[in-house]
């Protein structure tokens, strides 16, 4: 829960802003028995989309984004309409929570892949200030491992990530099994160089002996 001074920091408006948002009901803080004003994040992201005052929606719209992220693992799938679909069904949720201020973000790459161009740049937007919240339709989009460290790192900047369904697609089963078959090749090859190297190393050290 924030106080009322670090909700105004959030969104970027007055402390008496967000009074007459709540004169308004575009916002229903909670009180603490002392009286406080308290707001979930729930809170400050709805409100985020349900200005009425045109100078304040314009104050957000021009100091944040919502970014909505997609991935397939490959051109195949993209080809076949996979990421279109995803991209589509961000779409319609923002529609449907009157979410305007958004831009897409997307990779084609396995979601083991930590150098995705896509990523990437959603991690230095968040870095710089200019993310409010972030959007996918499965977790395992936005990576296959390590999504709770993602979450604690946009924690820190109080960056929300809606997830529009938390279990798998039964569409990205195989790409899962793909992916665990990259990773074991990826390790192996690593394995497979390290020892080549060690061979080299031991056949070099015998020459000069």
Not at 123 to 132: A, C, E, R
């Amino acid at each position: 829960m924030f106080s009322i001074g670090m909700a105004s920091m959030i969104l970027g408006v007055c402390k008496k802003t967000l009074r007459r948002w709540e004169k308004r009901k575009l916002i229903t803080p909670m009180r603490t028995p002392g009286g406080h004003r308290r707001y979930s994040m729930e809170d400050l992201i709805q409100a985020g989309y349900k200005f009425e005052d045109k100078k304040d929606r314009e104050k957000i719209k021009n100091k944040k984004l919502t970014i909505l992220y997609s991935r397939v693992s490959s051109h195949k799938q993209k080809k076949k309409g996979d990421l279109g679909r995803q991209q589509q069904r961000l779409e319609q949720y923002c529609e449907k929570e009157q979410i305007t201020n958004y831009i897409h973000i997307t990779d084609t790459a396995s979601g083991l892949n930590t150098k995705r161009p896509g990523l990437r740049k959603l991690f230095k937007m968040i870095k710089s200030g200019k993310v409010t919240r972030i959007i996918i339709t499965f977790k395992d989009r936005l990576t296959r491992f390590g999504f709770e460290y993602i979450l604690q790192y946009c924690a820190i900047f109080i960056i929300p990530i809606i997830i529009l369904k938390n279990t798998l697609e039964k569409s990205v089963q195989q790409e899962l099994v793909d992916d665990m078959m990259s990773l074991i090749a990826y390790f192996s090859g690593k394995l497979y160089g390290l020892r080549s190297g060690q061979s080299r190393a031991k056949k070099i050290s015998g020459v000069k002996n």
